[in-house]
C-alpha cells in the first residue's frame, strides 16, 4: 500500500515538475523573442549563428537525406516488388522525404550538432561568469546570446530541410537507377507528378518549428547551467535529449494538425 | 554640518539560498573616492554581497543605496544608469572568449554606444583606445590582437581590469583580484588597482583574503563573517584588532571561534 502511494507521490511531483520547468522554458522563450523587435540587433552574432547552424551542418544533413531517400526506395522495392508497385516507388520516397524524414533527420541531425555546441558554449560562459560580466558591461545577456541564436535556428532549419528533401529524392533517384535498373525519365515524371507544394511548405513550417526548439533548449539549459564543467557537461546532454523529444512530440502534434482533416 | 552621504550605504542586506543563509543582515557604508576591502573565508558570501551591489542576485531584505537611491527598490531599466557607472572584474577575470582582447577591453564602451550613451567609435578608434587601456595596465597594446585564452592567469587579470576601467566607472567592484597569482604579480595587480582607483577618482570594494593585499588596496578594511561584517577598522590594525575572530582569520591560526569544518 504504502509502496503504491510513493509510486503515485513520485509520478505526481514528477509531472509537477516537467509543468513548472515548461513553464520556465516557455518564459525564457518569450523574453528573448520580445527582444527580436527591440534594438540594439546584434547582427554579427546573428550572422555567425546563420553559418554555424545553416552552413556546417550541411554536410550531416546532406548525407543522412541521401542515404535515408535511399533506404526508403530500397525498402519500398524490397516490400512491394511483388504487387508490381514499382511505379510507386518514386512516389513513396517523395512523400516520405518531404513530409518526415526531411524535418526530422535534419532536426536531429542539428540538436546533436548545434544543440549541444551552443548549450556548451553559452553553459560555458555561465560558469565562467561570463554571462555576468555582460550585463556589467550594460549589455542584456538574452538579448546579445539568445534572441540571435533563437532566430539563426528558426531562419536556418527550413534552408536545411529544402536541402535535405532534394537529396533525399535523388538518394531515391541514384538507387532506383543505378541499383534497381528503373529508367530515370520515368522515375523524374512520377516524383514531379507526386510532388505536392502542400508538403514540401508544411516540411518547412515543420523545419522552422523545429529549429526553434533546438536552439531554444540549447540555450535555456546552457543559460541555467551551474557548477562547473560538469554541470556544463550536464546541461549539454539535457539539451540534447529534450530537443530530441520536443521535436518528435511536436513532429507528431503538427502532423496531427495538418494532415488530419 | 550634516554628514556626506556615502556613495554606497547598505543596511541590512540578507540573502538565503534555500535553507542556507549566506548573508544575514550586511550593513556597510563607503564613501566617495575611498576603497574598502572586504576580507573572509571561502564561501562566506563575499562575492554574494558584490552581486546584489551589482543586481546580478535579487536580495531577500535590505536596503542598497548608490549616492541616496536604493537601488533595489528600482525597476530593471530604472536601474540601468546605476549599474553603467559601476566597473567590475571578476574573480577569474570572465574575459568573453570568443572575442579577442581588445574587443574585450573596448566592450563597454561599445555597448554604451549602441544604447546612445557615449560616442560611437569606429572599429580603429575602438582599437586605438584599447591599445591605451592596456598600456595603463602595463601591457603592450600588441596584446590587443590576441585571444583570451592565450593569456597567462596574471595577464588575464590585467586585461579584465583595463575592461572595468574603460567606462572610467565611478564605482569599481574587485573580486579577489590576486587569488591565484605569484606573490609578485599580485603585488603588480595590487598597484594597478591603486593606481586606476586614484586617477579615475572612484570608490572601490575589494574582496581578498590576502591580507598584504588587503593593506595595499584598502582605505578601510572589513570582514565578513556568519553572514555580517562583524569588524570593521583601518588597514594597519589588521593584525591586533582585538576582534578574536579577525585574530584568527588573519594570523591563519586553526585555533579560535571560527569553525573550519573540513568535511565540507
Ligand atoms: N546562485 C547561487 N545559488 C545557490 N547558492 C549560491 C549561489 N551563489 C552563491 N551561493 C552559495 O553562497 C555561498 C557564498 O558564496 P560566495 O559569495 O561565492 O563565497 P565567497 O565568499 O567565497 O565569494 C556559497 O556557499 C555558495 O555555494
Ligand atoms: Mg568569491
Known amino acids: ?261 | 554640518m550634516t554628514e556626506p552621504t556615502p556613495k554606497i550605504r547598505i543596511r541590512g542586506l540578507k540573502k538565503a539560498f534555500g535553507p542556507k543563509v549566506v548573508l544575514d543582515g550586511v550593513d556597510l557604508d563607503v564613501m566617495g573616492g575611498t576603497s574598502f576591502v572586504v576580507i573572509g573565508g571561502s564561501g562566506t558570501g563575499k562575492s554574494v554581497l558584490l552581486r546584489c551591489i551589482l543586481g546580478l542576485i535579487t536580495p531577500d531584505a535590505g536596503s542598497i543605496e548608490i549616492d541616496g537611491v536604493d537601488v533595489t527598490t528600482l525597476t530593471p531599466r530604472q536601474r540601468e544608469p546605476y549599474m553603467a557607472r559601476i566597473g567590475m572584474l571578476f574573480q577569474n577575470g570572465a574575459l568573453f572568449d570568443s572575442l579577442s582582447v581588445w574587443e574585450n577591453v573596448t566592450f563597454g564602451l561599445t555597448a554604451a554606444a549602441r544604447m546612445g550613451h557615449g560616442p560611437r567609435l569606429t572599429r580603429a578608434q575602438s582599437r586605438a583606445r584599447a591599445g591605451e587601456l592596456l598600456e595603463q595596465v602595463g601591457m603592450d597594446p600588441a596584446v590587443g590582437a590576441l585571444s583570451p585564452s592565450e593569456l597567462s592567469g596574471g595577464m588575464q587579470k590585467r586585461v579584465g581590469l583595463a575592461r572595468a576601467i574603460a567606462a572610467r566607472p565611478e564605482i569599481l567592484f574587485f573580486d579577489e583580484p590576486t587569488t591565484g597569482l605569484d606573490p609578485i604579480m599580485g603585488a603588480v595587480i595590487d598597484g594597478l588597482i591603486a593606481d586606476c582607483v586614484r586617477k579615475l577618482g572612484s570608490t572601490a570594494i575589494a574582496i581578498t583574503h590576502d591580507m598584504a593585499s588587503a593593506q595595499r588596496i584598502g582605505d578601510r578594511v572589513g570582514m565578513l563573517y556568519e553572514g555580517r561584517l562583524i569588524w570593521q577598522g583601518a588597514p594597519d590594525t589588521l593584525f591586533d584588532s582585538g576582534n578574536p575572530v579577525v585574530d584568527q582569520f588573519t594570523h591563519g591560526r586553526r585555533e579560535g571561534p571560527i569553525k573550519v569544518d573540513v568535511r565540507t
Not at chain 1, 108 to 120: E, W
Not at chain 1, 174 to 189: E, N, Q
Open chain 1, 1 to 261: 500500500m504504502n509502496g503504491i502511494l510513493d509510486f503515485v507521490a513520485g509520478l505526481g511531483r514528477a509531472v509537477l515538475d516537467m509543468v513548472r520547468m515548461a513553464g520556465k522554458v516557455a518564459l525564457f522563450g518569450a523574453v528573448a523573442l520580445s527582444h527580436v523587435v527591440r534594438p540594439p540587433f546584434y547582427w554579427r552574432t546573428l550572422w555567425g549563428s546563420l553559418v554555424e547552424i545553416g552552413y556546417f551542418s550541411l554536410p550531416v544533413v546532406a548525407l543522412t537525406a541521401l542515404f535515408s531517400g535511399g533506404v526508403i526506395a530500397l525498402q519500398s522495392y524490397t516490400g512491394f516488388a511483388q504487387y508490381h508497385a514499382q511505379n510507386a516507388i518514386a512516389g513513396i520516397v517523395i512523400l516520405a522525404v518531404t513530409r518526415e524524414l526531411g524535418p526530422v533527420l535534419a532536426g536531429l541531425m542539428v540538436a546533436g550538432r548545434v544543440g549541444a555546441a551552443m548549450s556548451a558554449e553559452i553553459g560555458t560562459m555561465r560558469v565562467t561568469d561570463q554571462i555576468d560580466a555582460l550585463t556589467t558591461l550594460s549589455t542584456n545577456p538574452m538579448k546579445y546570446l539568445v534572441t540571435p541564436r533563437l532566430v539563426a535556428g528558426t531562419l536556418a532549419l527550413p534552408f536545411l530541410v529544402l536541402v535535405a528533401d532534394i537529396l533525399g529524392v535523388l538518394g531515391g533517384f541514384t538507387v532506383c537507377v543505378m541499383k534497381l535498373d528503373f529508367s530515370a525519365s520515368a522515375y523524374i515524371a512520377a516524383t514531379i507528378a507526386s510532388l505536392k507544394v502542400m508538403d514540401v511548405t508544411v516540411g518547412l513550417v515543420k523545419a522552422a518549428i523545429f529549429g526553434f526548439l533546438i536552439t531554444l533548449m540549447g540555450c535555456y539549459h546552457g543559460y541555467h547551467s551551474r557548477g562547473g564543467a560538469e554541470g556544463v557537461g550536464a546541461a549539454t546532454t539535457a539539451a540534447v535529449v529534450a530537443a530530441s523529444i520536443l521535436l518528435l512530440t511536436f513532429d507528431y502534434l503538427l502532423t496531427d494538425v495538418f494532415f488530419s482533416q
